[in-house]
């Protein structure tokens, strides 16, 4: 955290000495109260040019705050012509997300009737030398809470964990763990597990919370017992202990859903869970 500290000053002092900086903001995790924060956590920078053209393309810049030793760059096309993305990692093994806005731009998405979603999970104004940033809607941190879901929503997350189960079956039958594996974790895991046990936390805390991204906190949140039935869905390459993974997430499915349903006034399709 230090290390971080120090740099995170080093970007401060340097834009506050940049004429053609004219603001700059911490966002992302460092900037909600309500995120977990560790010494793994990065730092997320935004710089607000006169001209970002330059800064764009020439990377020689990045080097005034440590030895870059991998970098991700990411043009203005990647995101509607708004800013460009450089994501650099230091040789101190500091991560840093810079965005680098134009002015004009900045100013086109601070008008927006709503903060844009990358401000309002969280923002602080790090420099600002011509009160550009004083006009911003102060950020609600409410971007990260988990919504609760619509019945048809709800139903079609259940519906389709249910289809999909069988594509999983058909492969470990077959002793295509390849095909099992996208399945179950990228299909079923991420688009249906993880949502309906994001609802079930957060309707125990009557829908005002977040376990942040993918689940990173359900350890946190979830009860002894329910978080062993969630660690008992995770498998190797073992078919057999595949098997034993796909009835795992069945049985949380079917208790977490069915929980769900009747809490929430919503059908739950019982029919189709035997089948």
Request: a negative charge.
């Amino acid at each position: 955290m230090k290390t971080r500290d120090e740099k995170l000053k080093a970007i401060i002092h340097w834009a506050n000495n940049n004429k053609d900086i004219k603001a700059s903001l911490l966002t992302s995790s460092l900037a909600n109260p309500s995120a977990p924060v560790d010494e793994f956590s990065d730092l997320d920078i935004e710089l607000i040019f006169e001209s970002n053209a330059s800064y764009i393309s020439d990377n020689n810049w990045l080097q005034q705050f440590g030895k870059p030793i991998a970098m991700i760059e990411e043009d203005e096309s990647c995101f509607d012509n708004r800013h460009a993305m450089k994501m650099v990692l230091y040789d101190d093994g500091v991560k840093v997300d810079f965005k680098l806005y134009s002015v004009n731009k900045f100013l086109e998405d601070l008008q927006q009737k709503d903060l844009p979603e990358d401000w309002d999970i969280g923002y602080q104004v790090l420099m600002d030398k011509d009160g550009i940033t004083h006009a911003m809607q102060p950020p609600t941190y409410q971007v990260s809470i988990i919504k609760k879901p619509s019945a048809q929503r709800f139903q079609q997350v259940i519906n389709d964990f249910w289809w999909d189960t069988t594509y999983v079956a058909k492969c470990l039958a077959r002793d295509e763990i390849f095909y099992a594996k996208f399945m179950s974790e990228t299909n079923i895991r991420t688009q249906y597990l993880v949502p309906l046990i994001e609802w079930h936390i957060a309707n125990r805390h009557d829908w005002g919370i977040t376990t942040n991204k993918y689940g990173r906190l359900f350890k946190k949140y979830l009860d002894s017992a329910t978080w062993l039935k969630a660690q008992q869905t995770f498998s190797g390459s073992v078919i057999a202990d595949n098997w034993n993974a796909l009835w795992a997430m069945a049985d949380l499915v079917a208790e977490v859903g069915a929980e769900l349903a009747q809490t929430l006034g919503y059908t739950y399709p019982y029919e189709l869970e035997k089948i």
